[in-house]
């Protein structure tokens, strides 16, 4: 088959849409955060507040894992933060969305355990299981959407 100009146009270099972010260049990510209203300041004012925002502007779609990470990082954060006794309140201000979105980041925390997070996360996941029912855990684990 020869080559001419009428299939030129078929050939895209991905690279050139390729947008690389390096640690150095995006920092901690948090900056990503700020323009939401996510801050230490409000974590200490209102958590629940705080975890339906970062609910509501969770990076599923994303596909650079520095963000996902970032996120997770602002939300356990918020999770980690909370009182035991204000983790039912929050549970059931959100909505079946944002508690199956919830679930996600509960399941990734468990991915990377931190000190002290395996028992907050597994009370977390006790109360969104209490509200949510065992669709919300099939829901997450089916999906092929990310956090």
């Known amino acids: 088959m020869p080559w001419d100009s009428s299939i030129y146009f078929r050939f895209i270099d991905v690279y050139d849409y390729n947008v690389a972010y390096s640690e ?3 920092g901690s990510l948090i900056w990503l955060f700020r323009p939401l209203g996510i801050d230490q300041s409000i974590w ?9 925002t970062v609910l509501r502007n969770a990076p599923i779609s994303s ?21 035991s006794s204000q983790i039912e309140e929050a549970v059931n201000a959100l909505d079946r969305d944002h508690l199956d ?23 977390w996941h006790e109360k969104v299981h209490a509200v949510a029912g065992v669709g ?7 999906d092929k959407k990310r956090v």
């Open 44 to 52: 200490g004012t209102d958590n629940i507040e705080a975890l339906k």
């Open 24 to 26: 150095e260049s995006c």
């Open 101 to 123: 979105i919830l679930m996600k980041y509960i399941y990734r925390g468990f991915e990377t355990p931190s000190e002290g997070s395996s028992g907050q996360l597994l009370a």
């Open 136 to 142: 919300c855990i099939v829901r997450v684990l089916t």
């Open 63 to 83: 596909r650079n894992q520095m963000v996902k990470d970032a996120a997770l990082n602002v939300v356990m954060q918020v999770l980690l933060s909370m009182k």
